[in-house]
């Protein structure tokens, strides 16, 4: 599943400077997510820009449903994967 993927990242990242500061590198690419995917993928973390995509969208989608019709909009920034890892990579120390 992707988003124990990620999560395997984030600890990994946590761990390795080095690691981090090259998955933060991926934002200054004109593709930010290919580049981003690419380099998880030849690490060996199986990441793909479309399931990134997917998997941000199905839990919107959930959370949505899980209010039975009571909440009809979506939460802007809870359908991006790809945002919330980063922004949870630049705050960890």
Do not use: H
């Not at 984030?10 to 580049?35: F, H, I, M, N, S």
Request: hydrophobic residues 40%.
């Amino acid at each position: 599943m992707l988003q124990q993927e990620l999560d395997r990242l984030l600890r990994d990242a946590k761990a390795d400077p080095a690691l981090k500061e090259a998955l933060l590198a991926t934002r200054g690419d004109r593709e930010p997510v290919e580049c981003f995917c690419a380099f998880c993928r030849s690490r060996g973390y199986q990441i793909t820009a479309g399931e990134l995509f997917a998997v941000g969208l199905t839990e919107n989608d959930a959370k949505l449903r899980s209010v039975n019709g009571g909440g009809v909009n979506a939460i802007d920034g809870w359908d991006d994967a790809y945002e919330q890892f980063f922004t949870q990579l630049i705050w960890t120390k």
